[in-house]
Every structure is written in structure tokens, then in C-alpha cells.
């Protein structure tokens, strides 16, 4: 009975990603098998409906003392941990990519800065010669025409002095 309990809850969780042990590798030595890929192994045994290998999952997971619960969150800790490494490494990633800025696209500031040279928000109040129709996403750090009046990065909006179209 305890162990078609442990079934049926384990049977419950969701896979999310991780190393499940192949069913060669599981029947060739289980103890070579870690507690979390034998629980992981489990929750894609059952979810594909291969219930002789989920039953032998099962069975050894209760020769090691592992409950329902404790399996379940040895799988939670280690999605935990894959969700956290692919969110640090999406930032260096975007780090790397953005250290010479990132503007966004949209509306570029000319290299050069001149007196004579003016850019303006289409429809608003600026005399030119130059306009921007907005909304535009622009770096909020390079803004020489004060075209962001919010300072939020997204310049010529309506209420800026612009169209917003």
C-alpha cells in the first residue's frame, strides 16, 4: 500500500528538465544512480506510462528511505537550481552584449554634436530642423537632445511633447 502511495503522488509532480538515467543504466547498477535522477527517472517513467520501470523506480527509491515528499523536493530543489544557472547566465549573457549600451533601437544619436544640428519630437513644441516621430526607445545615459523628458528610456511618448504614434 505505501508504495503504490508513493506512486501516485510521485506520479502527480511535473518534470520540469534535468538528467533522468536511462533504464540501461538503472538496471545495469542502481546504486550508481544519485536519489534525484532516480526521482527525476521516475517522473518521466510514469509520465511516458512505462509503469515496470516506475515501479522499479519506486521500489528502489523505498529501499533508500525516499519518501513521495522528499523525492518531490529533491526535483523542486534541483529545477530550482537549472532555472536559477539559465537566469544568471541570460544576465551575462545580455552583459556581455550591452556593455558598449544598449539603446534599444529606434532613434540613434548622431556621433558627433554640433550647435547648429537640433532634433525635436514630432508635434511638440521644438523648432527643429530634425524630428523624431516617437515613441522611440533610446539610452536614457546618451540623450543629448533631451528628447526623454521622463528619463525612462522612451523618448518623443505623448505627454513628451510628442505625437506617440
Known amino acids: 500500500m505505501r508504495l503504490r502511495s508513493i506512486v501516485a503522488v510521485l506520479s502527480t509532480c511535473a518534470l520540469v528538465s ?46 533508500r528511505g525516499l519518501t513521495a515528499d522528499a523525492c518531490r523536493k529533491k526535483v523542486e530543489v534541483e529545477n530550482g537550481v537549472l532555472v536559477a544557472t539559465a537566469l544568471v547566465a541570460t544576465a551575462v549573457g545580455v552583459g556581455i552584449a550591452c556593455q558598449n549600451g544598449c539603446s534599444g533601437g529606434g532613434y540613434s544619436p548622431p556621433s558627433y554634436r554640433s550647435a547648429t544640428v537640433d532634433y525635436d519630437c514630432a508635434g511638440g513644441g521644438g523648432n527643429g530642423p530634425y524630428f523624431v516621430n516617437g515613441p522611440v526607445y533610446i539610452n536614457a545615459y546618451d540623450d543629448p537632445y533631451n528628447l526623454d523628458a521622463d528619463n525612462d528610456g522612451i523618448a518623443c511618448e505623448v505627454g513628451e511633447g510628442g505625437w506617440g504614434t
Open 18 to 63: 534535468g538528467c533522468a538515467a536511462s533504464s540501461k543504466t538503472f538496471y545495469s547498477d542502481a546504486s550508481k544512480v544519485k536519489d534525484t535522477q532516480l526521482c527525476r527517472t521516475f517522473f518521466e517513467a510514469n509520465q511516458a506510462g512505462n509503469q515496470q520501470f516506475a515501479f522499479d523506480l519506486a521500489t528502489e527509491a523505498q529501499k
